[in-house]
Each structure stands twice: as structure tokens, then as C-alpha cells.
């Protein structure tokens, strides 16, 4: 069988402007364990913008659909699928594909919205929440008493890693490039700083720190460490500025995010690692665990702006000029 | 007051034969929180052969006693010392010093003896039990369920390492040189290969990994990771083969010891780290509690061989000859 869908593709590398929404028929003859989702949201995370700009070296080849989220209604079951009925109100994960209004995945992908989240928050939640969970619980395994840091506090992931550290009980400072911001993380009980206030002070002894930027700030963070300290990098910020980035300006962050060789990390005995969410999402044995911890979590994201799917280009240029607070998120209807 | 003790000194680099024992006066004017402790067994490490060598960079000028950990009874306390009484069995560990019969350290670096270790079972504990300890719950954290590969499994280090793994509850696997070590690898209730059969097996996806070696063994371990799986690498036993080392084999070890890009780590979505046990042994603040996971640790060491304290020469040359199964000490009478 065919059916009618709304898809956002990426046929060409460059500005937001090229990206376009179009009406295309796609197969509801679904496998076994598939679901198909009638899509009321989808997140737009800041890999979609690598992908879209061509710097994303794991994209599929052009043209393709972007989008690792969505909230929706289960509106088809494959045969084999018993946790999922028609008219369930779900939230799914899934590796590319995500910018549509009528999403097939597998169900291991997905799982029922929890009650405490709208379907705007639900949407914002897969990608951040699974990103925060790997650093803050597999990389990190924060627990009581340790000291986080967070530099990307007032972003998607760092309201999770700020609500994270509150349940476990560490104690955490979290990072933000704009005085108005410190009141945002403040209320999640942390201890908040500016970049440059935090870069002039002398707190130290960190067990664990998230770094969302690579580049050259990383070596100051690894001697804030604590011994046997763990600095996990999850972006590459540093390559980007007001919306741009360039050939030369990518070489220069990644020249300047270090190298670490075993035995300087023996003499600090330290640690450091680096992930990327997005390459657990078709891991099926990981994704299990994960969509488990989803589900029953009880955090919260942060809705910043909602955009019909119509105005992509607006939604992504919104992104790249920083303009964005908390998630921003695709509408179908 | 100065009384008189024996002790062991590194007055020049080079063989064993360098090592003499002589008796020497020291002052027993103990500072308020000091302890001084009659010393019954020495523990020898790796890193005390590394310094006769002149290869531990960290190493105190000569001339200088090396050996970190003791077994004794305390035999005075200075003026503020309230939970240590003359007669008291402890162990302690030091940041160089232990090979005398008469030890001077500050309380925080001592503890009871637990009544399940003998006096020689205690001076092999405390570097073997911290390292471990450091590795399995600092750095790794392991936990339930968790798969975890120790390289040095019938070592000193090794043998607390897989009791640790048992009472987690996580799945180890042990490895050694020689088939005949296996049975006691086994009996913790580990799996155990050689090296030769694990290189061909195809065991993968490991949490946390322990690495004895460094050099280009490295390279096959950190793929065997699973991802968020960390290694950890605490020595670099691919400088010495048959008790020598050279410089050329130095190099050599240390060029192959990889380095890691952040970068690298994001798109492996895998930690590395290494660290030195013995760096922990002067910061107080991390051992008053390492030694109270020491003084209430069930584990027990392997005791290989004791050699009188005026053996210390044949002490050093049977371990650099990898006749060592378990612990070597010196006895002091």
C-alpha cells in the first residue's frame, strides 16, 4: 500500500534556505515489528545543521531526510508488535528520517509519551534525554557527592544533565555565555557561571565534565579535573560561529582539540572520552536499555520555539544564529 | 630522641646488587598526628624495580628508600593520634620509605589490620588493594552485569580485581601468560584465557577494561570495547622483558602506546584513561577514604614469597625475572 506524506529533504549541502517541504508517497506495508506514527512534532537538533552544511560525515547519501525525533499517534501496527496499539501517544527515536509527517520505524524505536510530558515536550526529549543519560549515567556514572561540570547547561542536553545531577545528588555547576541565563540553571540547583567568570575562577576537582565544544578549551577543563576525573566531549561547537563555519575555522578547532596520549593520561591519571548519541539510535541492544530509561523518566525539556514544518529554513536559521533557547521543534498538521 | 633502624636505600641506578641494607639512626620526635610503626613485612612493587632502574621519573633524589606499603604494630603516637594505641596491628601504605624496620607516617596513611589478613597477608594489600579499588570503582565504576577484562589477572593488582568483579556481580574475564595459571583465575569464578587464545577469540563489547601493558596491545583491547566501555591502563610492563629494559625497548613501547584524539574517542564513542596508584598515596584528601575501603575490605591477597629484609637483592631480581606468582615482601625481625 501507498500513502500520501509531508518530507523534509536535504538534496543539496549549504544554507537553511535549501532546505524544502514536499509531498511524497512512501510504503505502509510494514515489517513485523514496525510502527507507523502519524507525526504531530519534530525536534531539530544541531546535527541536522552539521548534516545540512555538509560536515557530517556519517549523513546517508543526498537526497535525505534528516530528523532523529518526533512525538505522534500510533496510527498501524506490524503483525509481531503487542506494546503498541492504534491511537497510542508515543514518542520515537530514529537514525535519520525524522523531518515527516508520517514516520515508519521499528518499535524497539519507540516508546509510549509519558503522562507528565505535552506532545510539544515530547518531541524534545529522545535525542537530549538519551544524550544526557549516556554522559551523565554510562560515561560519567555520576553518583552522590561528586562534583559535575556542565558547559552547556541552558542547552537541550544541559537541562538534563542539570535535573540528572539533582536527582543523583552531585554537586553541579553548569555554564552559560549570558548573565540572564545563570537564574535558568540556578533554578535546577545548581551553581551557575558565565564562561568568562568561570574561566577566572578556581574550581577544580571535578569528577566529571561535559564538554560540548572541543577546540581549545578543552585543556583548561582537563586540569580542572579531578584525579580520576572524566572529561567526556559531545560537540564540536567550537566550529561554528554565528551561524558559519568554514574550512579554516573547522581545521583550527579541530587542531586545538588535544591529543591525549595513554601515558600523559596515566601521569594525571585522568580520563577522557567522547560520544555521539545519534550512533546509539540504531544499536538495537543499546537503544533497548535506553527507550526503558526514556520512558520512565521524569524530566523535563525545555520547549524554546515551535515552527510549522512549512518554515524549516526559518527554524534552522534560528538555530545557527544562537537565537535559540531550550529545543525548537518542526509542527505538522 | 633518634633510636636505630634497618633500611634499604637506592644510593645508584643499576642492578639489584645495588641494594644494601644498613642500619641507620632516624628521630623519633613524631609530630602530633604521626605514628611510628615496628615494622614486620615490606611490600615490593613493579614501580620500586622501575626506580632502581632510574626509570620512575617521580622518584625522590637519590639517596632514598623506596617501598609503599607496611604491615606492623604501632610502638608510639604522637600527642593528638586518638585512634591508634601502642600494640595495634595496622597496615599502611607510604609514598616511599617502607623498606625499614621502623616507620614514622602520619595516621591518616594507616589502618587496623582487618582480622581476616595475617601480618604478611596485610603488607601485600595495601598498593594492590588501592589500585585495584582506584580502577574498579574510580575509574571504571564498575557495576552489576557489567563485562569486564583484567590483562593481569593473576598479578597482584589482578587477584583483587577479580574478587571486586565477583562482588559486583559483573562478568570478568582474566587473562594470563601461561595455561597453567588459568585454574587460579578460574577460581574466582572468572573466565580466563591466554593471551595468545584471546587475541584469536572474538570477545568484545567490554565495559571497562585493565591494562598492565601499554604499547600495541592497546590498540586490539580499545576495539573490543563496547561502546561507553572505558580502558584503563595502569603500567607499562611492554618496557621490561626478562628483567631488562634498554632504552631502544623503552621507546619503542612508548611510540606504540597510542594516542587518542577527542575527535577520535566522539566517533568511537569510548573513554580512555590510565593512571598511577601510587600519585594517590600523598593527597590526603582522597586517602582517608581510600583507607577506610582498605581497613573494611574482606579481599584477600596472593602471597608469593617472603624474603628476609637482607635478601632484598634476590628479592628484586626474583621479580624481575617474572618468577613472582602473587606478593613478594621483605621480613624484618
Redesign the interface.
Known sequence: MQNERSEILISQFGSASQLQKSENSFSTDLKNDEVLIDVKYSGINFADIMMRLGLYPDAPPKPFIPGYEVSGVISQVGSSVNDFKVGDEVMAGSRFGGYVSKLVVPEWQVVKKPSHLSMEEAAATPVNFITAH?AMN??G?V?RGDKVLIDCATGGVGVFCLQMAQTLGAECIGLTSTPAKKEFILSYGAKAYTFEEFEKSDENNFNFILNST?GKK?KDLFKRLD??G?L???G?QATIHNGKTSLPRKLKA?LQ???????Q???N????????AL??FD?KR?MINIMKELESSTYKPHVGKVFAASDVTKAHEFIETRQAKGKVLLKWS
Chains 1, 2 share one sequence.
Open positions: 549516556l554510562e560515561f556514572r553518583r572541543g578543552v584525579k580520576a572524566q567526556t566531549c559531545i564540536l579541530v582539540t588535544p591529543f591525549y596520549h595513554l601515558i593520561l596515566m601521569q591519571s585522568k580520563s577522557v572520552s567522547g560520544f555521539n550512533k546509539f544499536d543499546w
